[in-house]
């Protein structure tokens, strides 16, 4: 190993001290812990574009984007202007309001959607879809995919992604995959594995009349990035055939991979798009929306419950109004994002390799991971694949990248994210950076 030196963590190991009493872990969402690469973790002062700033004063380079939504950079003054003057009327009503109704026809025009309904995360949106896909077809059961992660609700933590990847003793766990969880609820949550055509034809030809959706991440961010294939694609879509609603998680691909997200560039056609992370571009915000005879049955105009106290709170529609507009003006985001990706990719191959160390990339769009694996890029499809990682190693490496100032996402089963700030600057220091860390690994 190079002698590289660490930055100070003193304040956030003392931050860190003080949040383990009061908190679980210490955390409020658990991959934030580095349990999987190890470390201190560093508690954030603040964040500009594509950097960040831990309590000790060390910027670091962020490919986190805080896990999607800052796809624009950290801090943008639009969005900052939008929230200080929405919070001069007031926080929250309770009542319907202005900027509801505008994010709601931004979101429609842009999506292709009827209809759109505001939570306020990821998992309230994949939560309430299911229970409108249940409440409209009259069926019980529903199928997810393997390493697929779709928040926490207690159905769709079966087999699941994300940080229940690394939770210790849960890699490849069964159903269900966390404690509380009763097997009753994991018993209507199907499982297929992801990119298996033949699998799910299967399934859906002996249960497909009992589904009442098949819910899956069109590119998957939380098994590490698994880019689906074509007839993996075309079979989703034959579940429709069942009279099964075809539900696309978009809470990481929505606004990231195109303006209409994966559905966009995928060309696909499911029945209810859920949404997270840019919609609210850095404040709490979910949706789902899909083709009215659909959505029309969520209450009041149906009989599917679903409510929020801070349901289209003015302050976060405000940050998602901003965001998606400053979206439609940077006409050559996804571009840029595109190219910059593709070269992140094609440099890191090429120091891996240079330095011994068997890497395998998966990247779509802004959407990378390098999977510590000795087999070509793109052959890592399912999570039985990914799973294969050797996860010391990428431990290794990201203490590697963070000592040398970059932030890459601290587990081997999570994409990063590249924003619009990320330009030829970060692109070198990163390259520079992964060289070295490489280096380190592979003794070449
Ligand atoms: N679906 C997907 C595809 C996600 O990536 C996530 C979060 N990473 C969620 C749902 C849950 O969103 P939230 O964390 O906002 O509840």
Request: one cysteine or more; charged letters at 15%.
């Amino acid at each position: 190993m190079s002698a590289v030196q660490s930055a100070p963590t003193a304040q956030s190991e003392a931050l860190f001290a003080r949040a383990r009493a009061v908190t679980p872990g210490g955390v409020n969402s658990p991959v934030r812990a580095f349990r999987s690469v190890g470390g201190t973790p560093r508690f954030i002062a603040s964040a500009q574009g594509a950097y960040l700033t831990d309590a000790d004063g060390t910027r670091y380079l962020d490919y986190i984007g805080s896990w999607g939504p800052m796809i624009l950079g950290h801090n943008l003054p639009a969005v900052r202007e939008a929230v200080a003057d929405a919070l001069q009327f007031g926080t929250s009503f309770g009542a319907p309001g202005e900027r509801e109704v505008l994010l709601a026809e931004q979101v429609t025009r842009l999506t292709g959607v009827d209809r759109v309904r505001f939570v306020s995360s990821g998992t309230e949106a994949t939560m309430s879809a299911l229970r409108l896909a249940r409440g409209a077809t009259g069926r019980k059961f529903i199928l997810k995919f393997r390493g697929n992660y779709h928040g926490h609700a207690d159905g769709l933590l079966v087999e699941a992604g994300s940080g229940l990847m690394t939770n210790e003793g849960h890699l490849g766990a069964a159903a269900p995959s966390s404690a509380g969880v009763p097997e009753e609820y994991a018993r209507l949550t199907l499982v297929s594995e992801y990119n298996d055509p033949q699998a799910l034809d299967a399934l859906m030809a002996e249960r497909g009349h009992e589904l009442a959706a098949v819910i899956f991440e069109p590119v998957v961010g939380n098994a590490g990035v698994l880019v689906p294939t074509p007839e993996f694609l075309a079979a989703l879509h034959r579940v429709r055939e069942h009279g099964t609603l075809l539900i696309a998680d978009e809470v990481m691909t929505g606004f990231r991979l195109s303006l209409r997200g994966a559905t966009g560039l995928l060309g696909l056609q499911p029945d209810l798009i859920c949404w997270g992370k840019i919609i609210g571009g850095g404040l709490p915000v979910g949706a789902y929306g899909g083709r009215a005879d659909v959505m029309d049955f969520v209450s009041p105009q149906g009989p599917v419950y679903q409510a929020g106290t801070l349901s289209g709170n003015p302050l976060a529609m405000a940050a998602g109004l901003a965001t998606l507009t400053a979206l439609e003006n940077t006409p050559d985001l996804y571009a840029r994002l595109d190219a910059y990706t593709a070269q992140l990719a094609s440099g890191l191959k090429s120091a891996a390799q240079t330095a011994g160390v068997p890497v395998s990339v998966n990247r779509v769009g802004s959407m990378l991971t390098a999977f510590h694996q000795d087999v070509p890029d793109g052959s890592v499809r399912t999570y039985t694949d990914a799973a294969r990682s050797d996860t010391a190693a990428f431990a290794r490496w990201f203490q590697g990248m963070l000592a040398r100032g970059v932030y890459w996402a601290p587990s081997q089963f999570e994409s990063i994210f590249v924003s619009g700030a990320h330009g030829d600057a970060e692109l070198n220091a990163t390259l520079e950076a992964a060289q070295a860390a490489y280096r380190d690994l592979g003794g070449r």
